[in-house]
């Protein structure tokens, strides 16, 4: 039966291969007794730089574990696991017509689970497969010519596929092992199964989503591209027929709607289909490029070592007079900044970080909060107005193209020693004031921020840095009330799933969201 092994420490200059040794010393046993050896957890402590630790939990058994077994309460870092029977799932058969509206996490993750019952359904997705998506989105960095269905924001594989990858969760939710393992099995770097900060990297997670398109066709799965959702067809209070494209009736018993943060038509088709909606709190900002060597040095205290991972960071400052905060969000080492704009005229930037994290930038967005009270008005869209005005401030402030409106950090902050404006976002940047892009309350509060996050971090503040805008798109500023069976409130059969729906943010969480959905209709079509 399998122990598990806590908090083994190795220099950078270690081996891994030093592990089994370690844990055999520990023990006063041999090294040769431990079987099935594998690592659980790995993470770096870097508190006290440049002493840099990388921390270990590992698993192994043993022939004979009486012995071992009769030491655990001298031994606080050794615990024992009993085996965990395999889950298993019985299969359900229904006639009841299952649709997906989306192909990110959430849509993905939701055939996923359903595949394990022997369940079948047709996704739609408004954007294109993620060959042909990455080819539209090459061609829009290049030339600033935009694709509205097409783009870093629509397509296979949401808008996580242009992204750094991340796979972290703060939910110590069990489904957080089953993605993992799922995307590890669909091509993922088998690493992200015990890595303390997992990531998949934008060129891989393309590799995968095709893995799990070709899978779910595979298990009997209809898969649609180029196919929007433009009306749901209601009788007697429930779900009866989608309109795709507004023209094509497709019936449907079930819809699961995990169409992402930024299909604002589709929000706007649920509100004149009377489907409850409401105002949501996201964050809006700004994207910062460092140099990912000044990041080493400031996290690591000295250049990094070959086998440390590029060094991230996560800041957060709390202004408690005005209730404001800024903190970074989806921090990318060796990155790049990317435009990311799904309608004409509006400039929003993300980040992105191939597996290897090898780009020489660092970025990550700085944003402040933004809550209903900012949206100018009470009606549930209020928010993507608020989005949309502001991404159009940018595009004039970047002057077209799709440029963004761009500022060294030294500028921004109002400090002498200004340097050089340069930046890895595609397609460009515009030196601007970059007050002409965002709310008065939200560039005053970044600048309190930054102070802080200097003092946190030194080194943070210079003139080697660029702000890039506009950071808009960090959740939806909607949300769809569901109840505890994850169905609309207001209309049966509506599963609104993911960031869209308002109930995940990032990868994980919308994947683990969908599951959920799945594991839902799944009894629910066993009448249980």
């Not at 395999?86 to 993905?108: E, K, N, T, Y």
């Not at 993605?179 to 690493?191: I, K, N, Y």
């Not at 992105?352 to 967005?365: D, E, K």
């Not at 971090?457 to 959740?475: D, K, P």
Request: with cysteine.
């Amino acid at each position: 039966m399998p122990f598990i092994y806590r908090n083994l420490t190795l220099s950078p200059h270690d081996g891994e291969d030093r592990l089994p040794e370690l844990v055999a010393a520990q023990l006063a046993v041999s090294p040769a007794s431990l079987r099935d050896f594998r690592i659980l957890r790995k993470g770096i402590d870097a508190r006290r730089k440049p002493r840099i630790k990388v921390i270990y939990t590992v698993s192994f058994s043993l022939a004979e574990d009486a012995p071992l077994l009769a030491r655990l309460a001298q031994e606080p870092d050794l615990e024992w696991q009993p085996e965990s029977a395999p889950h298993l799932f019985a299969p359900v058969r229904s006639p009841q017509r299952i649709v997906i509206v989306g192909s990110g996490p959430a849509g993905l993750f939701t055939a996923l689970r359903l595949a394990e019952y022997g369940l079948t359904a047709t996704v739609i997705e408004r954007g294109q497969p993620v060959e042909q998506r990455s080819l539209d989105v090459q061609r829009f960095w290049k030339s600033g010519v935009l694709d509205p269905e097409s783009n870093v924001q629509f397509g296979e594989g949401g808008a996580g596929t242009f992204s750094d990858g991340k796979l972290t969760c703060r939910s110590k939710d069990p489904l957080v092992s089953w993605v993992l393992e799922r995307m590890a099995g669909f091509g993922a770097p088998p690493e992200i199964r015990y890595l303390a900060k997992p990531h998949v990297g934008t060129d891989r997670l393309r590799t995968v989503v095709g893995a799990i398109r070709r899978y779910l066709l595979d298990k009997g799965f209809t898969i649609r591209f180029g196919c929007r959702l433009t009306d749901i067809v209601a009788a007697d209070g429930a779900v009866s027929a989608i309109m795709v494209n507004g023209e094509t009736e497709l019936p449907c018993d079930l819809l699961v709607l995990a169409s992402g943060h930024s299909a604002r038509d589709t929000y706007e088709m649920l509100e004149r289909r009377g489907v409850p909606l409401e105002q949501k709190a996201f964050a809006m900002g700004l994207r910062v490029e460092h140099p990912q060597a000044l990041i080493d040095r400031i996290q690591y205290g000295g250049p990094r070592h070959p086998s440390l991972p590029a060094a991230d960071y996560a800041v957060a400052w709390n202004n408690g007079a005005s209730g404001r905060s800024a903190y970074s969000f989806c921090m990318c080492p060796g990155g790049v900044v990317i435009g990311g704009a799904s309608e004409e005229g509006g400039v929003v930037t993300n980040g992105m970080s191939g597996q290897m994290r090898n780009a020489p930038f660092a970025n990550s967005a700085l944003v402040v909060n933004v809550t209903p009270a900012d949206f100018g008005g009470g009606d549930p869209l209020a928010g993507v107005r608020f989005q949309r005005h502001w991404e159009r401030q940018a595009f004039l402030a970047g002057g077209g193209g799709y440029r963004a409106p761009a500022s060294n950090l030294m500028g921004f902050m109002g400090l002498p020693g200004k340097g050089p404006l340069s930046s890895s976002y595609r397609p460009g940047i515009v030196e601007a004031d970059l007050g002409e892009a965002l709310p008065p309350f939200i560039t005053r509060t970044l600048r309190e921020g930054i102070n802080e996050f200097g003092r946190k971090l030194r080194g943070f503040v210079t003139a080697e840095a660029v702000l890039v805008g506009i950071e808009s798109r960090t959740s939806a500023p909607v949300r769809i009330p569901r109840n505890e069976r994850y169905e609309s409130v207001g209309l049966a059969g509506l599963y609104p799933a993911g960031e869209g729906a308002g109930y995940a943010g990032g990868i994980m969480s919308s994947a683990i969201d969908g599951i959920r959905i799945a594991d839902t209709i799944a009894a629910r079509l066993r009448g249980c």
